[in-house]
């Protein structure tokens, strides 16, 4: 049975498509091996041992090697935060001065609308706040409406670049990601933790689960 190349937001609007990889495990333990000037063409219990050890031990430059590239849609608000993760990617992003088609966003549910916690700079509370089902209506309202308001600015002839300001923050984006193993692994190390926002944390368990058959004992072994 093929690997799934496609994880989709429960929205039905995010994804994260896995357009294509590069090496595999193999591509670790022989860039690995070439200190000894050796290479080996399938893997071994012995060869899955080095693995651990280099990822146990943070002998991290094997795991540039191998590479992926990804489709990506996600809200804004999300993506400038997994942009903060730049060593080890290249990107390339949907532009709104040359596209005007309409725009989707992120509507929070009202179990999303999480409290703040007091004890934290940063993050939430597991519960929503009492006027959760009222506020996902307002925030809904407001979508709608910023979004007519940017179809008739460019109705009135306003130049997309222009009228792209009126757009949220939960508009969603498109980009092509391409990245290494290494790279990635920092990311979920990060994005996947309990202190990671849950609209991020989903994207980081939807792009493990795609790069996991690919890369089995690598992605296993990275923290």
């Known amino acids: 049975m093929a690997a799934t190349t496609l994880w989709k937001a429960a929205d039905g609007i995010g994804y994260i498509e896995l357009i294509d990889t590069f090496g ?4 670790v333990v022989n860039a690995a091996r070439v200190s000894f000037a050796k290479e080996v063409t ?4 012995a060869d899955e041992k080095l693995i651990n050890y280099l990822a146990a031990h ?4 094997p795991f540039f090697h191998p590479q992926a590239r990804f489709r990506i849609k996600m809200p804004i608000f999300v993506a400038r935060e997994w942009y903060r993760h730049q060593i080890g990617f290249a990107r390339n992003e949907v532009s709104r001065r040359y596209v005007d088609t309409v725009p989707e966003c992120w509507v929070p549910s009202p179990a999303e609308l999480r409290e703040r916690d007091p004890r934290a700079k940063q993050g939430s509370k597991e519960n929503a706040v009492d006027s959760s089902a009222a506020l996902h209506e307002s925030i809904r309202e407001f979508t709608q409406g910023a979004v007519a308001l940017y179809t008739k600015l460019l109705e009135e002839k306003v130049a997309p670049e222009i009228a792209r300001t009126v757009l949220p923050q939960s508009m969603y984006t498109e980009f092509i990601e391409t990245g290494s193993l290494a790279a990635y ?3 979920a190390g990060l994005r996947l933790g309990a202190d990671a926002q849950a609209e991020i944390r989903v994207y980081a368990e939807g792009m493990s689960s795609l790069l996991t058959p690919r890369f089995p004992v690598s992605w296993a072994a990275l923290p």
Do not use: A, F, N
């Open 24 to 27: 595999s495990d193999l591509t």
């Open 185 to 187: 692994s920092r990311l």
């Open 58 to 61: 943070d002998h991290v430059s």
């Open 42 to 45: 399938e893997m071994k219990p």
